[in-house]
């Protein structure tokens, strides 16, 4: 039963994917200039889909998050800085690179692979806690990441010095300002006000909310197809903390603290999700080298095959 489980959460995550390589490999579409899908997936698809599935949550469920929010939170945000650190200090990665491989490390692939898994282990109530955790990761470790980016990855006027105490102000802002950004603080700020996203908003934004995971999913695929996948060290290291270092973390947090039991399982089960594609699709945004990063979550997701089956066999036997 728990076999079955994690084929049809993760059957489908690796269809779309391959069909999307497929389509790069075959040139049936073109897999070197992404950018129109790209801002389709970031500017547009998925903050929708975060800010309906974090508004839509009544005020009582997402107070009851709390916790899954702030301890998802800190495991994210220390395995992002843990990342970061260890590879600035064991290879010349950039610290723009570092920082996107930091966030593919740190954030899981909660829209893609979190959804399903939680529809098919917890059931129709999964979706709370998939939304709540998009938004820790969403407004802790997206703005870190995409405050690095910024501050690295754009040179200034010729002629015309910055000070860092000016950039860093102005990195600040672009990063909080991205939509994929924006949305979901957005949301849980309008679920805890109390109010109720009615029926007409909901179905409008889902009808380009709804096609997220799968574009994202469609998108990484075709990125990946482009580049050559490559197993290194750093490959190796990066699948080892995101696939066990995470879970392993988030299970010490969650034991050490006194919340209920439900919560901490929920809490280890999403940790355990593997890498996500924010970072790819960051790094194509801002023109930076995503061989490294793509190579890290297609050795993430393939390992988290083992890793997730363990989890809901060891928590939600069946």
Do not use: C
């Not at 890498?275 to 960051?282: H, P």
């Amino acid at each position: 039963m728990t076999a079955n489980t994690i084929l049809l959460a993760l059957a489908p995550v690796f269809f779309v994917i391959l069909v999307g390589y497929a389509a790069g490999r075959l040139r049936i579409v073109e897999n070197h200039h992404v950018d129109g899908l790209n801002a389709l997936v970031m500017n547009f698809a998925l903050p929708a889909s975060l800010f309906v599935a974090t508004a839509s949550a009544p005020r009582s469920e997402m107070l009851e998050q709390a916790p899954l929010f702030l301890i998802l939170g800190v495991v994210m945000l220390l395995v992002h800085l843990a990342w970061y650190f260890f590879v600035r200090a064991s290879s010349d990665v950039s610290k723009a690179d570092a920082a996107l491989q930091a966030l593919t490390v740190s954030f899981p692939n909660l829209a893609g692979v979190g959804l399903p898994i939680a529809a098919a282990v917890i059931g129709p109530g999964g979706t709370v806690p998939i939304a709540v955790a998009l938004a820790a990761g969403s407004i802790i470790v997206s703005p870190l990441s995409l405050i690095f980016v910024e501050l690295n990855s754009r040179k200034p006027k010729e002629g015309i010095p910055t000070e860092s105490s000016q950039q860093i102000p102005k990195a600040l802002l672009r990063s909080v300002t991205k939509p994929v950004v924006l949305a979901p603080a957005v949301g849980v700020l309008y679920s805890l006000a109390g109010l109720e996203l009615d029926s007409l908003a909901r179905t409008s934004l889902m009808l380009i909310g709804g096609v997220a995971p799968g574009v994202a999913l469609f998108l990484t695929g075709l990125i990946l197809s482009s580049q050559p996948f490559r197993l290194n060290w750093k490959v190796v290291a990066a699948t080892g903390l995101a696939d066990v270092g995470r879970p392993v973390l988030t299970a010490a947090v969650v034991f050490a603290l006194p919340i209920p039991i439900e919560t901490a399982k929920i809490a280890i089960l999403i940790s355990a999700v593997p890498s996500g594609f924010f970072g790819i699709l960051f790094a194509v945004n801002y023109r930076l080298d995503y061989a490294a990063i793509g190579s890290m979550v297609i050795a993430s997701t393939l390992f988290s095959i083992v890793t997730l089956a363990t989890v809901i066999a060891l928590l939600f036997p069946l």
